[in-house]
């Protein structure tokens, strides 16, 4: 159980176009979704923190109009990296927090997503 | 503000051998504690979490964490080293009732496993 997944798992786009990455909490409800960035050799940093059904919660630093986020249901949220440029190929890892496990701040991390802007 | 401070980038241990991993932690309310394990180009796993019940926390693959809030600790342990073991380890984070349900990470440690 707990499982949740990412596509696509690797992308290459040139740079200005848009990409759009979706996290899917497989069987379970997750009203809550996270974003994160990884760069190499480096932690997790939260990019923002997504609510069904309300506009996303960003943090400190992070543009919301590059990076637009949808969470329109308790088991999809998409990330949009807009007018994409080499400095935001990174490594892109959602995360869901179980709804029946609300008590634990427990999340649940998807297998990632490669993006490389040419 | 809560952090995590994992000491060590990069350990390394032979096959076998007693695995310690640290990891500290500065929170001013009762935290939730986690570890998480990486391999190379995945998302995380977790390895085990503490939430405030037993203070000695069991985890897979033989890992074991003990916390202690004297120290402001939460080191990962295991007995025995084993190749597959090999992968960048994360210490986790979050404030317990928080409203946010941030996990802060640590930088991650780097697990070499040498035959």
């Known amino acids: 159980g707990a499982v949740v997944s990412q596509h696509p798992s690797r992308v290459i786009c040139k740079s200005g176009t848009s990409v759009k990455i979706e996290c899917r909490s497989l069987?379970?409800?997750?009203?809550?979704m996270f974003w994160y960035r990884q760069f190499p050799k480096q932690s997790l940093m939260l990019m923002a923190t997504?609510?069904?059904?309300?506009?996303?919660?960003?943090e400190q630093g992070v543009e919301k109009d590059k990076f637009l986020i949808n969470h329109a249901s308790l088991t999809l949220s998409t990330l949009t990296v807009t007018s994409a440029h080499p400095e935001d190929s990174s490594f892109y890892i959602c995360?869901?927090?179980?709804?029946?496990?609300?008590?634990?701040?427990?999340?649940?991390f998807g297998p990632g997503t490669r993006l490389t802007v040419l | 503000a809560q952090s995590v401070t994992q000491l060590g980038s990069h350990v390394s241990v032979s096959e076998g051998a007693l695995v310690l991993l640290r990891c500290n932690y500065s929170s001013s309310v009762p935290p939730y504690l986690f570890w998480y394990v990486q391999y190379p180009n995945q998302g995380l796993q977790l390895l085990l979490k503490y939430t405030s019940a037993a203070t000695l926390v069991k985890g897979i693959n033989g890992f074991e964490a003990e916390f202690k809030k004297s120290e402001t600790s939460f080191h990962l342990t295991k007995p025995s080293a084993h190749m597959s073991d090999a992968a960048e380890y994360f210490c986790a984070v979050s404030e317990v009732g928080g409203a946010t349900n941030k996990l802060i990470f640590g930088t991650g440690t780097l697990l070499a496993v040498q035959p």
């Open positions: 995360s869901a927090r179980d709804l029946g496990l609300a008590g634990y701040n427990e999340q649940f």
């Open positions: 997504s609510n069904e059904g309300s506009k996303a919660t960003y």
């Open positions: 069987d379970f409800q997750a009203t809550t």
